[in-house]
T-cell receptor, first 112, second 115 residues
């Protein structure tokens, strides 16, 4: 059965800390892995990863994919209270159409 | 481009009533996905539609739920005879091409409360 597992489920840190969020997957016909940030609204897209070992970076956020070990990490450096959100990992599978499997998310709380 | 629109944003229904959720994809997008997010859970795929076609409905409960995406107008997710367990946030996402796109664009969601 295809699945995406995120860890930890929740995390509390203080401003300035660095955090690493994990996403492991077992999905046949893997095509890409996506990270989203969800606050009190719809998820917003962060990164899409398709190749192993190539780091994607956007400001204080970065992400990398390991297709051999079937996982991805999302790093946030120098965290700010505005980073508090649920971070969702999704894996796109390719059949004759594409299908998405979402993890349960990691709830990040950044305290001042 | 107004982005993906969903309405209503909040919907309250009594048990046994029908709920209709609407999703207007971004301009130029012909692929729509519906997801459900239960409290304290992640997004779960429900159904994937193209114009006038249901491509994959494997995530949709077999009874009481249906979806359509007509040639003209928004995509509709319909829940008949709602029960308390249907209370959730329902998100719609659209993409320009289902087979080779970069990311999905999500709507703001409809929060359904069944009393």
């Amino acid at each position: 059965e295809d699945k995406v597992v995120q860890s930890p489920l929740s995390l509390v840190v203080h401003e300035g800390d660095t955090v690493t969020l994990n996403c492991s997957y077992e999905v046949t016909n893997f095509r890409s892995l996506l990270w989203y940030k969800q606050e009190k609204k719809a998820p917003t897209f962060l990164f899409m990863l398709t190749s192993s070992g190539i780091e994607k970076k956007s400001g204080r956020l970065s992400s990398i994919l390991d297709k051999k070990e079937l996982f991805s990490i999302l790093n946030i450096t120098a965290t700010q209270t505005g980073d508090s959100a649920v971070y969702l990992c999704a894996v796109e599978a390719m059949y004759n159409f594409n299908k998405f499997y979402f993890g349960s998310g990691t709830k990040l709380n950044v305290k001042p | 481009n107004a982005g993906v629109m969903q309405n209503p944003r909040h919907l309250v229904r009594r048990r046994g009533q029908e709920a209709r959720l609407r999703c207007s994809p971004m301009k130029g997008h012909s692929h729509v996905y519906w997801y459900r997010q239960l409290p304290e859970e992640g997004l779960k795929f429900m159904v994937y539609l193209q114009k006038e076609n249901i491509i994959d409905e494997s995530g949709m409960p077999k009874e009481r739920f249906s979806a359509e995406f007509p040639k003209e107008g928004p995509s509709i997710l319909r829940i008949q005879q709602v029960v308390r367990g249907d209370s959730a946030a329902y998100f719609c996402a659209s993409s320009p091409q289902g087979l080779a796109f970069l990311e999905q664009y999500f709507g703001p969601g409809t929060r359904l409360t069944v009393t």
